[in-house]
């Protein structure tokens, strides 16, 4: 029967070689990858964010997340109260703050909009 078929012997399984460092390099350099290019500008962003919201003052003109531009009237340690037109106030998280506006763009805006509301 061995005419026209070999005959087929088991071999010896061929010996597991440790990854050691090379195996750790290419996981580690991936993590070192994402941790650079996305958690420490996070991380970064928020600090950034912490700072501005606690140096927010009364008169401070700001931006809500939602778009709304008000200036400080009143604040405590978690919320505060914006005035966003003639005697209406508005009370929202001192998290929801987006952004510090430079002094005197609240005003503006509001003379703005009354100008467009006498030519309409």
Known sequence: MG??????FAQAAPQAQEPGMAGLLLPL?????????FIFPQQRRAKEHKK???????GTEVVTNGGILGRVVDLDENFV????????HIQIQRNA???VLPKG???AVRKKIAKAEKTS
């Open 97 to 99: 703050i987006a952004s």
């Open 52 to 58: 501005m919201v606690q140096s927010i003052g009364k």
């Open 3 to 8: 005419l026209f078929i070999s005959d087929a």
């Open 105 to 107: 763009t609240f005003k």
């Open 29 to 37: 350099a991936i993590f070192a990858f994402f941790y650079f290019l």
């Open 81 to 88: 109260v914006l005035e966003v037109g003639d005697g209406i």
